[in-house]
């Protein structure tokens, strides 16, 4: 059995956590007493299944199961990770605690969702104070990679760091707070961001719209990409953030923000935003804006990853973490029988693939087709590496068959069939498989090149020695049907 998580409170973000496990290839217990849980968390998993498995390029390990119970006894039994995530009220999270001690192996990290209570508070009392640290997510957990941890001087280091091992593991950034303090880091910041737009509706300025959009078509661009600091010292121009810092210093001096002073939230104010909010939002239903959010971010962080850049580049160190258990290889001498076409990609069908008639796109076959190339090249040897130093493979011609529909979140593998391998030519056939069902083939013929003259010429002696091996391997093998085929050739 695989490694076990246990979900106490399984609401918006008890739900989030028990599909970012259960994707992550853990088993999750949860224990709740609504008798909605199941429910609500089933169209949690509904909507991660959709978006979480294709944010990276390798496939996630195969799904764990979730299951529900109905004593804490039962769902923690045998953890490795219990997380509580039952509503922010102090006396209920003590409680709750009060009674995790008696039942939760000892070895176990007990990760508290608390948005604002410090470790030192929810560990008052305990029996183990030291198996409780805060790990403190962002909605929706499946997919935003933030997790503040918190912990205390009765945290063990050996626990400390196996928290972070395995929340590293989930594909999220442990950010490890200096010392505990209210609300954490992130809250803090959201806090003050809130009472300030609290202000603005409340005083007639903006709507909650209006309020948005200042958000999401100016500064919340560019904080998902470079967050403040950076953000700002690029402001200072040539000069910097010292720049920076003279001209904009003495304006927090000046009234431009509400600062500590809270609006009272009177049914007036309640109201007033309430209704623009139904205005601006109502005619989508929470689920429905749950799955615009999640294209939406899905979108965004693929954009990062092709840059290598802030969240971007954690889902690409944490595709490099799971590649090995994947059963994908970067060498052929990796490989155990070059005789059978090669396993070139294994990756799930992210959201941003799809298109109007809710399937893979033709254009993402292409590119699923691109990246499997990319891995027989690197096989051979044309790496990273050989082609900054000046040589290259470019296509010169490509078929693709669509041959059955593919949808978000599921997993395909391409396999590759060496065709033709031998001085400046390789001729490669891709097969492209979901669950076994063959989904699309794609045939590439590919010259080799200098990237200075832009020449075709022939590889290193050992590029081609290596791709001339996995010719051989695969001269053995049937011609595929479809090889050589043009468009409205019989079949
Ligand atoms: N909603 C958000 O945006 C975020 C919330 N958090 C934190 O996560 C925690 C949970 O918040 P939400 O999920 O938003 O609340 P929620 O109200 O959606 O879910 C709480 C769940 O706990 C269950 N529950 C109540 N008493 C329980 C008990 N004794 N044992 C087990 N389950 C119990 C409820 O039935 C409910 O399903 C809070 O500490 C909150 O501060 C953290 C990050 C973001
Ligand atoms: C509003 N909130 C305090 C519950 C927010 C969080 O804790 C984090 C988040 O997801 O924004």
């Keep these: 059995m695989g490694k076990i998580a246990a979900i106490i409170g399984g609401g918006v973000i008890g739900g989030g956590w028990a599909a970012r496990f259960a994707l992550n290839g853990w088993q999750v217990r949860v224990f709740d007493p609504d008798p909605e849980a199941k429910r609500k968390i089933g169209e949690v998993m509904e909507n991660a299944r959709l978006s979480l498995p294709g944010l990276g390029n390798v496939a996630l390990p195969q799904e764990g199961s979730v299951t529900f119970h109905d004593t804490i006894a039962e769902a923690v039994a045998g953890a490795d990770w219990v997380q509580e995530s039952v509503p922010e009220r102090l006396d209920l999270k003590q409680k709750v605690y009060g009674e995790l001690m008696a039942h939760v192996p000892e070895g176990a990290v007990i990760g508290s969702s608390t948005s604002g209570y410090k470790p030192s508070e929810l560990q008052a009392g305990l029996a183990r104070p030291g198996q409780v640290v805060v790990a403190h997510p962002f909605n929706p957990v ?4 933030l997790v503040e941890l918190v912990t205390t001087e009765a945290n063990e280091a ?49 709507t909650t719209e209006e309020i948005d959009n200042a958000i999401r078509y ?3 661009l560019r904080w998902a990409q470079m967050g403040l600091f950076e953000t700002y010292r690029v402001a200072g121009g040539e000069a910097g953030m010292r720049h ?21 939230l009177t049914d007036d104010l309640i109201d007033a935003i309430a209704d623009q909010s139904d205005a601006q939002s109502g005619a989508h239903s929470i689920r429905e804006l ?17 840059e290598n850049w802030g969240a971007g580049a954690l ?23 070059l005789s059978q076409p090669v396993l070139s990609a294994r990756r799930a069908v992210p959201l941003e693939w799809l298109d109007y008639n809710g399937h893979m796109t033709e254009s993402r076959y292409l590119e699923a087709f691109a990246d499997a190339t990319d891995r027989v090249m690197q096989m051979i040897g044309c790496d990273a590496d050989y082609i900054a130093a000046g040589q290259s493979y470019f296509t010169a011609e490509t078929h693709i068959r669509h041959i059955d529909e593919s949808k978000a979140g599921e997993v395909i593998d391409i396999r590759t069939q060496v065709i033709e391998g031998k001085g400046k030519k390789m001729r490669l056939f891709h ?6 069902r063959l989904v699309a083939t794609g045939e590439h013929f590919l010259l080799h090149v200098n990237l200075e003259t832009r020449r075709s010429e022939p590889p290193t002696p050992q590029v081609e020695a290596a791709l001339v091996k996995l010719a051989e391997a695969h001269a053995a093998l049937p011609a595929p049907e479809a090889l050589g085929r043009g468009i409205g050739a019989a079949r």
Aim: glycine share 8%.
């Design 142 to 145: 499946y997919l935003l990679p």
């Design 315 to 337: 889902q690409k160190a944490h595709d490099d973490r799971i590649e090995p258990a994947s059963g994908l290889v970067r060498h052929m001498d990796e490989l155990s029988d």
């Design 158 to 206: 050996e626990r400390v760091d196996r928290a972070k091992e395995i929340l590293t593991g989930l594909g999220m950034y442990p950010l490890h707070l200096r010392r505990e303090i209210d609300a954490h880091v992130a809250d803090r910041f959201l806090e003050a961001v809130w009472r300030e737009a609290l202000w603005l509706v409340r005083d007639g300025i903006a």
């Design 290 to 306: 749950e799955r615009i959010r999640d294209a939406n971010l899905v979108g965004i962080l693929r954009a990062l990853s092709r």
């Design 244 to 264: 920076f810092i003279a001209q904009f210093g003495p304006c927090l001096k000046w009234p431009w923000t509400k600062l500590m002073d809270v609006p009272d």
């Design 431 to 436: 097969e492209m498989r979901a669950g076994g």
């Design 218 to 220: 100016g500064f919340g």
